[in-house]
């Protein structure tokens, strides 16, 4: 369970507003990309392009720290030249995974170690069963609180539901109380690591 709290709050709110800013920058880059490049709508998308495989990085998130830190992480990805994709888990399919270069979880946990709101429709559908993820590496932030018996409690049933259904942990999940600086610190540590070995992995197969 998560609790609320000024500090977080404010966390929460400036990562947001970086996130905007790459927005942003990221649309703007585009717009001129578009502008110079004739031809380069959707429509006549390159080969080249369309082989790209993105990183997914996908958020539960309850009171909204969890997705916060979903966006500075994908933010952090994206600038060093990857092609990211962000989602809630809820959004998320099994050809979504399938189809990534890796996934990157960022869940907290509700309630009685429930699921939060918009991760349920993943639980409820794509976890009902094991499944066939063929090495797909993955890398998971749990995020909890530890005044509660359920701490971190989804975020670690993602990760056994991951590794049963043959993905494989780039480095063992991170479990976040509250919003602990060191553990945060090992998080964003390990995420220019895993830029390098993401650039190995983004290319479907010819």
Not at 21 to 26: E, I, M, T
Not at 39 to 50: L, Q
Not at 101 to 121: E, M
Request: proline share 5%; charged share 20%.
């Amino acid at each position: 369970m998560l609790i609320e709290d000024p500090v977080r709050l404010a966390t929460a709110a400036s990562l947001v507003l970086a996130y905007s800013g790459l927005c942003a920058y990221s649309w703007n880059r585009a717009r001129l990309a578009r502008s110079s490049v004739p031809g380069s709508g959707p429509r006549h998308a390159s080969h080249e392009a369309r082989r790209v495989r993105p990183i997914l990085v996908a958020f539960a998130s309850q009171t909204g720290f969890a997705e916060a830190l979903a966006q500075e992480t994908a933010q952090t990805l994206a600038l060093s030249g990857l092609a990211v994709r962000i989602a809630p888990l809820g959004s998320a399919t099994l050809i979504d995974l399938s189809e990534c270069a890796q996934l990157v979880v960022i869940a907290s946990t509700c309630r009685k170690g429930d699921a939060p709101d918009n991760a349920q429709q993943f639980v409820d559908t794509v976890m009902r069963r094991r499944a066939e993820l063929d090495r797909l590496p993955f890398l998971l932030l749990a995020l909890g609180d530890r005044r509660y018996r359920d701490f971190c409690a989804f975020g670690r049933r993602v990760d056994d539901w991951l590794q049963a259904s043959g993905a494989i942990p780039v480095f063992n999940r991170i479990e976040l109380d509250g919003d602990d600086p060191v553990a945060l610190s090992e998080w964003r540590d390990h995420l220019p690591g895993i830029s390098a070995q993401a650039r190995q992995q983004t290319r479907f197969p010819l």
